[in-house]
């Protein structure tokens, strides 16, 4: 992902006075498609959708070039609106746009939109490929509907870790802890399947909405010694939210100490939601020093903040807490949990 040498070769192109992206030949559009691939790739998505625009004409590489850009960077409802344009122009999707707009459907948790997809891909028959079926059960998965996901998992005769993991996640997501942890236990029966970090998030995520402590440490310390996985921010958010939410502020701030990178908002986030659940307005005072530092203007950190004074009746801090968020003009947004948005999406 050189862009200063794809644009170095664009620009020698256009020196050249050829000119791709002014021609409805079958040679220019492949050029053209290349160019724009390579921009969106390095993350220059206003000059790949600018150069997309320009085209005369697109061929389907084209419209999942872009679609595939958007989707890469989370920029989930332009890639839906692209699909939607592509659909009407007439140009009819592939397994690739597919892919592509499961993702997104997974993310945005535009199941409405899962469900139309799916029923298209049953109809035309290539509901079997695997790759589509597994983009299918992540999808399921992710917006909630178990029993589909379930139905597809259980129909596809070999499966893989992607798999496994996609229905672990589903049910540590949504609540279902210990069948997720009995999943769990049932992949590993198979010597072939090994897990991921990704499987591990929902494992530990699984833990700590069912309290188990011990549970998670063993499995936080078997993902390192028995498979050597270095954990990551989402590994170390899951182990401090359980820590938090058992009451065991010191050893979760012991394990804060020993990472490798540093706690972002969602970690401390996650200790913070510890203290208002225990009440402990001693540990909540040291974390807000940290948590002005990462993001002053996160609204949840001054809500918990408030919500924490107020339960332990300190008035005055609730006043001061609501009068910074006055000052600063900081309103409260329609929340989801910090670490349950970030660590399995």
């Known amino acids: 992902r050189d862009i200063d040498t794809g644009r170095w070769v664009h620009q020698r192109i256009r020196k050249a006075g050829y000119d791709p992206f002014m021609s409805t030949s079958n040679s ?81 948790c535009a199941l409405a939109l899962g469900q139309t997809v799916h029923a298209y891909l049953l109809k035309t028959g290539i509901a079997t490929d695997i790759s589509l079926a597994t983009a299918l059960l992540d999808m399921y998965a992710k917006t909630g509907e178990l029993g589909n996901a379930q139905k597809i998992f259980s129909s596809l005769q070999k499966k893989d870790v992607v798999m496994w993991t996609s229905m672990i996640n589903g049910l540590a997501m949504h609540g279902h802890g210990n069948e997720a942890l009995s999943m769990f236990q049932t992949m590993q029966e198979d010597s072939s399947l090994v897990p991921d970090h990704i499987t591990y998030i929902g494992v530990l995520f699984a833990c700590s909405h069912v309290g188990l402590v011990e549970e998670a440490k063993k499995h936080f310390r078997l993902m390192t010694e028995m498979y050597g996985m270095v954990p990551g921010r989402e590994h ?58 990462l993001e ?39 929340g989801h949990s910090s670490v349950e948005m970030k660590l399995l999406s």
């Open 236 to 293: 170390y958010g899951c182990m401090v939210d359980l820590l938090s939410r058992a009451g065991h502020f010191r050893e979760a701030e012991r394990l804060m100490e020993t990472m490798t990178v540093q706690p972002n908002i969602a970690i401390w986030g996650a200790l913070l939601n510890g203290c208002q659940i225990h009440e402990n307005v001693c540990v909540a005072n040291q974390v807000k020093v940290r948590l002005k530092e």
């Open 28 to 108: 220019n559009i492949i050029l053209a498609t290349a160019i724009l691939e390579m921009y969106a790739k390095c993350g220059r998505l206003k000059i790949a959708r600018d150069l997309f625009n320009k085209m005369p004409q697109r061929n389907i590489v084209s419209w999942n070039s872009m679609i595939n850009a958007y989707n890469q960077y989370e920029r989930h409802q332009e890639a839906l609106d692209l699909f939607f344009d592509m659909w009407t122009s007439g140009v009819y999707p592939d397994k690739a746009t597919f892919l592509s707009v499961l993702s997104v459907c997974a993310h945005q």
């Open 296 to 334: 002053p203007c996160q609204s949840g950190v001054h809500i918990l903040l408030s919500n924490i004074y107020a339960k332990a009746g300190r008035w005055e801090e609730v006043n001061v807490t609501r009068k910074v968020m006055k000052h600063k003009r900081i309103t409260k947004t329609i």
